[in-house]
């Protein structure tokens, strides 16, 4: 049995500083403006999250989690940007136009554009509960493939073209 862990930071940091990154990059946004915009974001995406936050079923709450931008700027995304300034056109212009980041318990990974393929930002092992694992003769090894699966299985119901064979990973 996974021990429920009570915090989703390191998800949630790992999908702030992405985005804030190319708010860094490619804005003319001051250290204030990005602190401001993180710590907004982040208190944001925990609470919307504290109610659909299950590391014992990683997939179940995805969609909800899900960050995406297209012809439609995140709504959350859209606050923490107006907070310090940004209006949402020019938060189109600063992040990428096809962007889709999933913040899900012991994974963060994102994929730009509507064929691209998908990238992992943030990935750790769930804890075990080492008695309870024995008794019950599971491992984390399922709970991990579910995760993927689940992945695989978004991909396929909504990808228009064919699939590519491949995953990047992305360290920090």
């Known amino acids: 049995m996974l021990r429920a862990r009570a915090t ?7 999908a702030v500083g992405f985005l804030s990154r190319f708010l860094r990059v490619k804005g003319h946004v001051n250290d204030r403006q990005l602190q401001t915009f993180s710590q907004t974001l982040q208190d944001m995406l925990a609470e919307q999250y504290k109610h ?3 590391p014992d079923r990683p997939c179940k709450g995805s969609g909800y989690r899900c960050i995406r931008i297209n ?14 300034g940004l209006s949402i056109q020019q938060l189109y212009l600063l992040l ?14 994102y994929r730009i554009g509507e064929d691209g393929s998908i990238c992992v930002l943030y990935e750790s092992q ?16 399922s709970l991990v493939d579910s995760h993927i699966s689940c992945k695989e299985e978004l991909l396929v119901l909504a990808r228009t073209s064919p699939a590519k064979p491949y995953m990047m990973t992305v360290s920090s």
């Open 126 to 141: 769930p804890s075990v509960n080492v008695s309870s694992s024995a008794s019950t003769g599971t491992n984390n090894s």
């Open 96 to 109: 990428p136009s096809e962007l889709t980041l999933w913040v899900d318990p012991f994974e963060v990974s």
């Open 52 to 54: 659909h936050w299950f």
């Open 8 to 14: 989703m930071k390191p998800e949630i940091s790992a």
């Open 71 to 84: 012809h439609k700027m995140d709504p959350l995304v859209g606050q923490a940007g107006q907070r310090i």
